[in-house]
């Protein structure tokens, strides 16, 4: 929480004095606050919601109240500057009239504007003391907000005559051109004074100030909810008012507005430091547009706004910690969804309407529904008290802007928004980019749908057999590449952004043709010589790569002759020769989208295979289940034929391990195999620099 030392609490006791005692009128009401702000009792009070219900006076003690007493309690109500809070004054007022029976039945009393008008004229906007700060100077005009926004109330205007209409216009009025002369109320507090005045005009005739479709949206967005406006907007009020008391017959004009000093204020330029304000259009992450604000600050209304929230802080032993000062530049929604994740060159800006913090959420939805609350970049929204906020990694801690105060880190449950219903959302970016097979000198863009998120970083990568063609900045939201050569490779995504979030996605993909270099085979092992009717698989070199998306050709030649393929899958082949031959080749190509590799041969690797009639070895029974006999016969007509003198005798499975080994010197020999497991094997029979495979089936 942040400190507050000595001197800066006697501030605070002295403005409080002021907030009670100001106007020159000490108010005198016969109920006070039973459990006052601030005390032991009302921090002992976990909800806020239900420390702002213990202010509600008794029904039994409320009725008995008279009006005028009751005005004076209304006006010290300890938390009206709740309505710098809100995103709108209106609003501001509604949740404290909500939380506070005395707003409520003031608003009842037919006689409530009898004795606000009164107290109203013994205000007098210019009696500054040269001794006040900016702070406390803040404090005092906030009390004619206060004043001015009771009066405006519809169900008070509604219960109050013509005559005192035109009374409290004419009040209102010369509050308006004595605001304007001090120059430190600004376009905060000319706001509800216009109010008064438009409101009941309006209600009178709701054409009276409109000239076209436009200017009735934002002269009733204005009389809906009291929204900060241009001081021209406001004078485009008061000084109509004087036409249409002259179109009206039937009411005199308003003293002040047919007074010389009137017209004079109204034809000189503005007196500095006025605030001002600028409609604009700013995006959501995903670019759909978001009307917004921008306002510049009223010194005077800054530096109370940072004293008010001192104290409320101090008041409800609040963990806060002011991260930025009080502004009226940005608001808890501009903060939330737009000013945390902006360049530091871009504008603040206020963001008031729900219907525009929504647009974030819906439509093109830039966020996206959470239930990971404890990720530190998550949007936290209020639905039913029009605030936002942004969560921290410290799951009980909130990051938010109260309205026109400062910007605070706190606990959740430590500021002036109730807790209910709370939901959450995440950037939801998304990357669009092929992740199929890129050809050489063919272009690709990737791309993220964040385009709007000025203070989003990211970084791109590209892995080999790709060249830069254009983005790929830190600011960039796209990548433009081009295929230069063959291989796989992949283009890698990272967004990161000032409130902590962060994604990487890996796209991974094939650039140019396939790889094929080799062929290895024929499997069971390497040989120079085999048999006909037997199996041999062979093996492209690489294997395939799925990114590839390659298929591959596999031939034997010479072609003319008997041969099969007993299997076929993409980069091997088993292959059965029928016809004996001393110059058999596999040749085999890969091919993809971007066309043939070269053919490669088995020719390349270890020269041609040949293949005879083997009659060296015989072998049965097959299936077997105990034992297998093994016999070697040669044949009369291959006369080269060698007697070795030792055999090498193997059983392997079709993956190449092991399971029996022995070397045996006669021409018939036996093998026990009952140890083996039901499948399929082969028996190795080698010797000198030959080798043959004889299939074997065990089954049990």
Request: with cysteine; glycine share 4%.
């Amino acid at each position: 929480m942040k400190r507050i030392n000595y001197f800066r609490l006697l501030i605070f006791v002295a403005l409080f004095i002021i907030e009670c005692n100001s106007l020159a009128q000490n108010y005198e009401v016969t109920w006070d606050y039973p459990i006052a702000p601030g005390s032991k009792e009302w921090k002992s009070i976990p909800d806020f919601v239900d420390r702002l219900s213990l202010l509600n006076i008794p029904d039994d003690q409320l009725e008995l109240i008279n009006t005028d007493q009751l005005v004076r309690i209304c006006l010290n109500y300890p938390y009206w500057g709740f309505i710098f809070t809100r995103n709108t004054f209106q609003s501001g007022y509604e949740f404290i009239k909500k939380n506070f029976n005395g707003f409520r039945e003031l608003e009842s009393r037919p006689n409530a504007a009898q004795y606000l008008l009164k107290e109203y004229k013994k205000m007098n906007p210019t009696e500054f003391s040269s001794e006040l700060t900016d702070g406390e100077k803040g404090w005092y005009m906030a009390r004619f907000t206060y004043i001015e926004l009771l009066l405006a109330q519809y169900s008070i205007l509604n219960n109050i005559d013509d005559e005192t209409k035109n009374q409290l216009i004419d009040e209102s009025a010369k509050k308006f051109v004595e605001k304007e002369s001090s120059s430190s109320y600004g376009i905060i507090g000319l706001s509800t004074t216009a109010y008064i005045i438009g409101r009941i005009i309006y209600s009178r005739d709701s054409n009276f100030f409109v000239l076209n479709n436009d200017e009735r949206a934002e002269i009733e967005e204005f009389l809906n909810s009291c929204t900060i406006e241009n001081k021209d907007f406001y004078d485009h009020i008061v000084y109509l008012t004087k036409d249409y008391f002259q179109d009206e017959k039937a009411f005199p004009i308003p003293s002040v507005l047919s007074s010389d000093l009137y017209k004079a204020y109204l034809e000189q330029p503005p007196m500095p430091p006025y605030g001002s304000k600028k409609d604009t259009i700013i995006r959501t992450p995903k670019g759909e547009n978001v009307n917004a604000t921008v306002y510049s600050d009223d010194p005077e209304w800054v530096e109370y706004f940072e004293y008010y929230a001192d104290s409320m802080i101090t008041a409800n032993g609040w963990d806060a910690t002011r991260l930025a000062p009080a502004t009226h530049t940005y608001n808890c929604h501009g903060y939330a969804w737009y000013v945390s994740e902006k360049d530091e060159n871009d504008n603040n800006v206020w963001i008031a309407s729900i219907l525009e913090v929504e647009k974030y959420f819906t439509g093109l939805k830039s966020y996206d529904s959470s239930q990971d609350t404890s990720e530190y970049y998550v949007k936290v929204y209020y639905p039913y008290d029009n605030h936002s906020a942004v969560s921290t990694p410290n799951p009980d801690n909130f990051i938010s802007k109260w309205g026109m105060l400062p910007l605070y880190l706190h606990k959740r449950t430590d500021c002036p928004y109730p807790q209910h219903y709370l939901q959450y959302y995440k950037l939801n970016p998304t990357f669009t980019g092929s992740t199929s097979v890129l050809c050489n000198n063919v272009q690709r863009t990737f791309s993220t749908d964040i385009t709007n998120m000025t203070g989003a970083e990211f970084t791109w990568e590209k892995g080999s057999h790709l060249a830069s063609i254009c983005g790929g900045g830190t600011k960039d939201y796209f990548f433009t590449v081009k295929g230069d050569g063959n291989g796989d490779t992949y283009v890698n995504f990272e967004i990161s952004t000032p409130t902590g979030f962060f994604l990487s996605i890996d796209n991974d993909f094939w650039a140019g043709k396939p790889i094929f270099n080799s062929i290895a085979g024929p499997f069971p092992p390497y040989i120079y010589k085999g048999c006909t009717g037997q199996q041999y698989t062979f093996y492209a070199i690489p294997a395939r790569d799925p990114l590839s998306q390659s298929s591959y050709q596999w031939m034997v030649e010479p072609g003319y002759l008997s041969w099969y393929f007993m299997y076929q899958y993409y980069d091997w082949v088993t292959i059965v020769f029928n016809d004996p031959c001393d110059y058999y080749q596999v040749i085999a190509r890969a091919s993809n989208t971007c066309g043939p590799t070269n053919w490669v041969s088995t020719l390349d690797e270890f020269g041609y295979i040949q293949i005879m009639n083997c009659y060296y070895f015989s072998m049965y029974p097959n299936p077997a289940s105990e034992y297998i006999t093994i016999i070697l016969t040669v044949p009369e007509n291959d006369k080269d034929f060698v007697r070795p003198s030792e055999f090498n005798v193997r059983i392997i499975d079709n993956v190449g391990i092991s399971y029996y080994s022995t070397t045996k010197t006669e021409d018939s020999f036996t093998i026990p195999v009952s140890h083996l497991k039901d499948g399929n094997y082969f028996v190795l029979i080698t010797y000198g620099n030959k080798i043959e495979s004889l299939p074997l089936i065990i089954k049990h």
